[in-house]
């Protein structure tokens, strides 16, 4: 556990905002390997005369700049991207039905797995993490769940991983069309609906919109810097954009339960 931040005051706490995929939840691992070669296969459909490196190289440059916010802001760029070239973009929703179509195609064993007991629900979230969700709920926090992904998705994942024994009906995901519902306004309802402010509130994510609305409010704001495909250890890329964001503590995982505890409490 490596605290960034002793500025703020916070304790004691009685609620909890967790972010999803790749704070709890891995069933989406890899997701970038699969935009970045979409994004730039359609950058090549452009009169563009970069090459298939460079292209590649532009792609996943702005997919970086832009994670943590929702897919269509990325399908945005993209459309942008292709025009910028030349092109002639598709409406971003467009670009999103098709990345999620292939994300599908990575995923769906990790799904059907899940659903038919070959994969334990413990296999496909960062290690840690029942444990730390069983010792808040001992001690009488509340705690909410929030996401970026489409809210039939989300509910669907978190149901297959159990979690709805912990976060019961506080589970909420984007909707399909980002004009009404996207993950910062999510958060922004959660925070706001729920009245959740101030030193009792602790945020658990890997991405800077729950990081920075948390900080906003006052709240304690935990980056998850989690290897996604280890399911343990750093990922430096995500421990630079969190310590960027404003994260006060910065933990790999949820190993080190004691610590992480002896902090909140």
């Known amino acids: 556990m ?3 931040s002793t500025t703020g005051q916070h304790g004691p706490i009685r609620s909890a905002l967790f972010d999803f995929d790749g704070t709890i939840s891995v069933i989406r691992e890899g997701w970038q390997g699969v935009m970045i070669p979409y994004f730039a296969e359609e950058l090549s459909s452009t009169p563009t005369t ?33 025009e910028k070239r030349g092109g002639t973009p598709r409406p971003p929703l ?33 290690e840690g993490s029942f444990r730390l969700l069983e010792e808040l709920r001992a001690r009488g926090v509340q705690m909410y769940l929030a996401s970026g992904t489409d809210q039939p998705d989300v509910l669907a994942e978190a149901r297959l991983l ?6 019961g009906q506080r589970v909420f995901g984007a909707l399909a069309d980002w004009t009404i519902r996207s993950k910062a306004t999510v958060i922004e309802n959660i925070l ?17 919109v729950e990081i920075e609305y948390t900080k ?22 995500k421990h630079a954009r969190l310590i960027q964001a404003g994260a006060d503590v910065i933990i790999p995982d949820f190993l080190e339960i004691d610590a992480i505890l002896e902090y909140l409490f």
Request: glycine content about 10%.
């Open 192 to 208: 706001s609906t729920h009245h959740l402010a101030g030193s009792s509130l602790v945020t658990f994510g890997d991405g800077f």
């Open 50 to 82: 970069e090459t298939p490196d460079q292209l590649y190289a532009a792609a996943r440059e702005f997919v970086d700049l832009l994670t943590g916010k929702d897919t269509i802001f990325q399908c945005m760029r993209l459309a942008e991207e292709v």
């Open 94 to 126: 467009e670009y999103k039905a098709e990345y999620l179509r292939r994300l599908w195609q990575r995923i769906q064993d990790r799904v059907a797995g899940l659903k038919d007991g070959r994969i334990r629900p413990e296999d496909m979230v960062i």
């Open 2 to 4: 490596e605290i960034i």
């Open 162 to 167: 159990g979690l709805e024994q912990y976060f």
């Open 216 to 237: 906003a409010v006052g709240g304690l704001a935990i980056g998850v810097a989690s290897d996604e495909v280890r399911r343990r250890g750093v990922n430096e890329w």
